[in-house]
């Protein structure tokens, strides 16, 4: 059987990096076992779902490169839930119960489990709820025993249904909830693996008992230790500092973002991977352990900049096309790529090489000197060397007291790439316009 793994958003909010820390890994499994990735947009909350959100998921993924192979959503699946839930009554396995909110809280307070008593309503006790105007919901009954499975992360893995409710599947309104609609997508669209957060651990008890009563073998299950800010605390798909949109704006790399996540709680050391194909290679869910792995920015903006030092010139382009950054040549992105964070910083040094900038002279007598002795073009990399010396012998300066002025006369700047580098890009005439203190 080849596997088909799903990754199944709600459109309720922006992609944030815990959701497409899982959409990666689901990809990243379905790659070199040649399988199948699935799309399913979880959208039955009609009140909170969005077109907008929906097609931001979709937007996402695509920069990320999780391109999906089948797509479904689940409002276009109504008939299969009504279908699925008639089979469950029919077996007596999903039954009525009629208890308002604050009847249930009162028998919280006395019960740690819903104590069944729905299922001690005659025939005759249903229909005069029913005629007092009481809507029923509905819960499955979980048979009380011991379910294991075999976590692709997390090992040998047991739930006790004894020690849980039989969960609602119907509210009174009619709609399904996720624990059941999930199911019978993943039955119907014949997914062989479920790679998810571990905080649907508790739920897969349940969830084994409800693939088993609709006559259906339970696909492997893979819970992914639960991605926690710097402070410890877990991310939310609201949050939008890590949204991938806001990520995306802020000029992120794509693949610096997909490298971050395929390592971070593996144990695996960090190494930066220009290609998704890279991550597929070394990608192992056993690697996983079980603490929740932090999320740091600041680490991730640092193999950003990691990223962008190894990018050629041939895949730059594009990049810098995206954030209009179309006149950078390859001579400016080599020098200047091993000094940016973020590839819209390359902007800062086009304007410098290419553009006008307001020179920062210290010691004008100084800065004529240089003017002085400034060699003739055609200029390379040996000609900071060649003049740098003149200059020295004119001044009798030396060190950071001879390179530095020079250097915030030409860029405006005390840091950069290296002068003998950018001092054939700026070239001589805006050299000497720059030395004479004008913006040039």
Partial sequence: MSVRVRFAPRPTGWLHVGNSYIALHNGLFARPRHGSFLLRLDDTDVERSTAEFAAGIEADLT??????????????????????????????????????????????????????????????????????????????????????????????????????????????????????????????????????????????????????????????????????????????????????????????????????????????PLIVKPQLEELVASHDLSKFGKSSPRFDPAELLHLNAKLLHLLPFAEAKAHLAGVGLIDVDAALWDVARANVEKIEEIGEWQRICRGSIAPHIVDPAFAAMAVDVLPPEPWDEGSWKTWTEAVKTATGRKGKDLFMPLRQALTGLDHGPEMRLLLPLIGREKTLRRLRGENA
């Fill in 63 to 268: 920069w990320l490169g999780l391109t999906w192979d089948t797509f479904a959503r689940q409002v276009d699946r109504i008939a299969n839930y009504d279908a699925a839930a008639a089979r469950l009554k029919a077996s007596g396995r999903l039954y009525p119960c009629y208890e308002s909110a604050e009847e249930l809280a009162l028998k919280r307070k006395i019960h740690r489990v819903y104590d069944r008593a729905a299922l001690k309503l005659t025939a005759e006790d249903r229909a005069k709820q029913e005629a007092e105007g009481k809507r029923p919901y509905w819960r499955f009954k979980l048979e009380h025993r011991q379910v294991q499975w075999v976590d692709l992360v997390r090992g040998n893995e047991h739930i006790d249904t004894a020690s849980q409710s039989d969960p609602v599947l119907i509210r009174a309104d009619g709609s399904y909830l996720y624990t059941f609609t999930s199911v019978v997508d993943d039955i119907d669209l014949a997914m062989t693996h479920i790679i998810r957060g571990a905080d649907h651990v508790t739920n897969t008890g349940t969830q084994i008992q409800i693939f088993e009563a609709l006559g259906a073998a339970a696909p492997g299950f893979a819970h992914l230790p639960l991605l926690v800010d710097a402070a410890g605390e877990g991310l939310s798909k609201r949050l939008g500092a890590l949204s991938i949109s806001d990520l995306r704006a802020q000029g992120l790399e794509p693949m610096a973002l997909n490298t971050y996540l395929a390592h971070i709680g593996t144990g695996v």
